[in-house]
């Protein structure tokens, strides 16, 4: 008897029935095929879903299925947000949450297999968005040329630059920097780089001549023999970087340079934009250059450039 118990305790527990899993799994590959979502973006989709279902399943005393969603009223989203409440979830995880749910159920009601009225009555919750934290122009300037007190050889120096002037000059995620390829390298007289972002979109970001030549002056150096199709950046024993060999290297530079936790490499693509914009760079051109699907997100710079305004107004002004 013991040892049945054993057994049952060790059973994952059933919080979805096959048909609902059908469906979920026809959403996601909608998802992957027509939006082109990235599969980090589809994996927090899926646990957004299992935190639903997992709820459902004891709410309704039966495991989840697609017949729920047609008979759910608000009080039970309610009941879901307020479970999520107790353990301590921040309102914006909340909102994250409840965003993915949202897609399902609009999936689902498409079909004729749920309704989504019951959730367009419940408030989405809300939150103080950050904005991007960006460097000053010289501290962005200082910060893409590690120098050799950092301890490291000559090849990984020069790596370290050229990652870091293609993120600040380029405005490119780490991870798009580190996807480069050596035949895509913008060396010297390569004044145009392709990149795949995220959702697989791809855009074409111009290479400022400090960039390319960074880049060369890394590629001289390395002393691995790389093939066209390898990433460009390799680590010390010859594989392909990990981006957190770089948050380390910026980790470093911060106390020599004097800069806040929250100078990071993704602060140098905020400063790409932050900065292009504040010399009159226009936020469609930026929206494009950083490769955002939505505009507003653009418009987040926007913010920061008239808060860096209204402190200088607020420090200069005789009647302050």
């Known amino acids: 008897m013991a040892q049945s118990s054993k057994e049952t305790s060790n059973t994952p527990l059933l919080i979805a029935t096959p048909r609902l899993r059908q ?7 909608a998802l ?10 589809l994996s927090a989709y899926e646990r957004d879903c299992d935190l639903f279902y997992s709820f459902l399943t004891s709410h309704m005393g039966e495991v989840a ?13 309610r009941a879901f947000m307020a479970a999520q409440r107790q353990t301590g979830i921040s309102s914006r995880s909340l909102a994250r949450t409840m965003a993915g749910i949202r897609s399902f159920v609009r999936h689902l009601e498409s079909r004729n297999m749920a309704s989504s009225a019951p959730f367009a ?12 934290k960006p460097l000053a122009v010289e501290k962005a300037v200082k910060i893409i040329q ?3 007190s950092l301890q490291e050889e000559a090849w990984v120096i020069a790596r370290d630059s050229a990652i870091l002037s293609l993120l600040y000059g380029c405005g490119l995620r780490i991870s798009e920097a580190l996807r480069i390829t050596l035949q895509q390298a913008p060396i010297e007289g390569r004044d145009a780089l392709t990149i795949t972002g995220k959702g697989n979109k791809q855009r074409r970001v111009p290479v400022l001549p400090m960039v390319q030549q ?3 002056r890394y590629l ?4 691995f023999e790389l093939e066209p199709d390898m990433a460009l950046f390799r680590g010390v024993k010859g594989g392909p970087l990990n981006p957190r060999i770089l948050q380390r290297v910026i980790e470093k530079m911060r106390g020599a340079l004097g800069l806040p936790d929250t100078a990071t ?3 140098l693509r905020h400063s790409f934009a932050t900065h292009l914009l504040a010399n009159g760079g226009d936020l469609r051109t930026i929206q494009e250059l950083l490769g955002h699907a939505s505009l507003s997100t653009t418009q987040n710079y926007t913010q920061i450039e008239l808060s860096d305004l209204m402190e200088i107004y607020q420090k200069a002004h005789p009647r302050t």
Request: hydrophobic share 40%.
């Open 65 to 77: 299925d697609v017949s729920h969603f047609q008979i759910l009223k608000p009080m039970d989203i």
């Open 220 to 223: 001289a150096l390395c002393p």
């Open 23 to 29: 469906a979920q799994k026809l959403w996601q590959q």
């Open 32 to 41: 992957a095929t027509e939006r082109r979502l990235s599969n980090a973006t």
């Open 214 to 216: 960074a880049v060369s």
């Open 146 to 148: 590690p120098e050799q």
């Open 121 to 132: 009555a419940i408030h989405t919750p809300k939150y103080a968005k950050t904005l991007p």
């Open 265 to 267: 490499p993704h602060a």
